[in-house]
T-cell receptor, first 113, second 108 residues
Framework: SAVISQKPSRDICQRGTSLTIQCQVDSQVTMMFWYRQQPGQSLTLIATANQGSEATYESGFVIDKFPISRPNLTFSTLTVSNMSPEDSSIYLC??????????FGSGTRLTVV | DAKTTQPTSMDCAEGRAANLPCNHSTISGNEYVYWYRQIHSQGPQYIIHGLKNNETNEMASLIITEDRKSSTLILPHATLRDTAVYYCIVRGFQKLVFGTGTRLLVSP
């Protein structure tokens, strides 16, 4: 299965600042997905990122808050903008695979203070 | 996407079989049932998936009822390392929608 590398693995940020999370895959994939997992909660899909087109956001998530880039078939970034303590979560990227459905990165643990 | 219902938590003794149920009564004919688990805030790990036939791999077995409205994930010999949150997901078009999952605690 694909190997996904996420950076940073964790960060502590000041409120009002922005953080960009990188997701690198070791193979070319059509679709990449970004999830958020708030403390003690399940995973919530933020958006789907296709290479060469605008990301598709789920209800409750907007591009101004979570801009996404997808410059090629192996890389994507998610930015968490103008952060508040409510943005403290684990952010995960995921790719679709033929055999296993989806493979997930190990996540970025974000704490906003 | 079809919604799934799982028990909030379950306990299992080490070495015994863990049977995790999932209801998905609104599943459509072409939707697959996927199972993932998440160990202590790591990224979710794929376990198994199926459409209508029972499936088995090196990790687990998946039993899907004939009407496809429910399924059971079976870990045949649970170990302490199987303690995790298990998610049953009915896969919609090109995306996974996670429910609340079952927190499985395997005890000595």
């Amino acid at each position: 299965s694909a190997v996904i590398s996420q950076k940073p693995s964790r960060d502590i940020c000041q409120r009002g600042t922005s953080l960009t999370i990188q997701c690198q895959v070791d193979s070319q994939v059509t679709m990449m997905f970004w999830y958020r997992q708030q403390p003690g909660q399940s995973l919530t899909l933020i958006a789907t990122a296709n290479q060469g087109s605008e990301a598709t956001y789920e209800s409750g998530f907007v591009i101004d808050k979570f801009p996404i880039s997808r410059p090629n078939l192996t890389f994507s970034t998610l930015t968490v903008s103008n952060m508040s303590p409510e943005d403290s979560s684990i952010y995960l990227c995921s790719v679709e695979e033929q055999r296993t459905g989806y493979t997930f990165g190990s996540g970025t643990r974000l704490t906003v203070v | 996407d079809a919604k799934t219902t799982q028990p909030t938590s379950m306990d299992c003794a080490e070495g015994r079989a863990a049977n995790l149920p999932c209801n998905h009564s609104t599943i459509s004919g072409n939707e697959y049932v996927y199972w993932y688990r998440q160990i202590h805030s790591q990224g979710p790990q794929y376990i198994i998936h199926g459409l209508k036939n029972n499936e088995t791999n090196e990790m687990a077995s998946l039993i899907i009822t004939e009407d496809r409205k429910s399924s059971t994930l079976i870990l045949p010999h649970a170990t302490l390392r199987d303690t995790a949150v298990y998610y049953c997901i009915v896969r919609g078009f090109q995306k996974l929608v996670f429910g609340t999952g079952t927190r499985l605690l395997v005890s000595p």
